[in-house]
């Protein structure tokens, strides 16, 4: 099955500066990468996500790239703010199945004012 | 429109006893997964339902657990004879199609506690 793994665990970041969270997946038949951002006590809600036919997609502070051939995939956050603060997690999905995603462990994000 | 609803938010049980935790879709969603979180641990994926039928439960343990999503009601994952080691939070998530592509909405979540 598919395997994804996040890195790195925790990132303390002051605001302003630029935030990077890095998943690799195995399964070469991923073709649908979400993240997701979860805030304390609530459920991971989407923030972005690509599919494999993209190598980028960007929207406002927030980019994700794509390469299908190393199997890996990140997340940029701009211009950090506090709010920003939270766990984020990226997954990996087949696009030809039906919805079931594979998660990595999680990166807690501390943006420091 | 209301989003993801589960309940309780919260719920403890002592060992042996039954866990049952709830799941309102969104309105129009007739696609639910449940989903499991360990502490400082990702969501690991357990089953996938759509009305009346169970797609894929390779992620349930095989005893003990149990879910359904009747025709009418939430969805519902029953955990009997519960044990320390099932204490996580439980996330549903709901989508209009079963497509990887569309959305899932997640839902606050049920953090069980076995005492």
């Known amino acids: 099955g598919e395997n994804v793994e996040q890195h790195p665990s925790t990132l303390s970041v002051q605001e302003g500066d630029s935030a990077v969270i890095k998943c690799t997946y195995s399964?070469?038949?991923?073709?649908?990468f979400p993240w997701y951002k979860q805030e304390l006590g609530k459920g991971p809600q989407l923030i972005i996500d690509?599919?494999?036919?993209?190598g980028e997609k960007k929207d406002q502070r927030i980019a994700v790239t794509l390469n299908k051939t190393a199997k890996h995939f990140s997340l940029h956050i701009t211009e950090t703010q506090p709010e920003d603060s939270a766990v984020y997690f990226c997954?990996?999905?087949?696009?030809?199945?039906?919805?079931?995603?594979?998660f990595g462990q999680g990166t807690i994000l501390t943006v420091h004012p | 429109n209301a989003g993801v609803m589960q309940n309780p938010r919260h719920l403890v049980r002592r060992r042996g006893q039954e866990a049952r935790l709830r799941c309102s879709p969104m309105k129009g969603h007739s696609h639910v997964y449940w989903y499991r979180q360990l502490p400082e641990e990702g969501l690991k994926f357990m089953v996938y339902l759509q009305k009346e039928n169970i797609i894929d439960e390779s992620g349930m343990p095989k005893e003990r657990f149990s879910a359904e999503f009747p025709k009418e009601g939430p969805s519902i994952l029953r955990i009997q004879q519960v044990v320390r080691g099932d204490s996580a939070a439980y996330f549903c998530?709901?989508?209009?199609?079963?497509?990887?592509?569309?959305?899932?909405?997640f839902g606050p979540g049920t953090r069980l506690t076995v005492l």
């Open positions: 998530a709901s989508s209009p199609t079963g497509t990887v592509t569309n959305e899932q909405f």
């Open positions: 690509i599919r494999s036919n993209v």
């Open positions: 399964d070469s038949a991923s073709n649908y």
């Open positions: 997954a990996a999905g087949r696009g030809t199945s039906y919805g079931k995603l594979t």
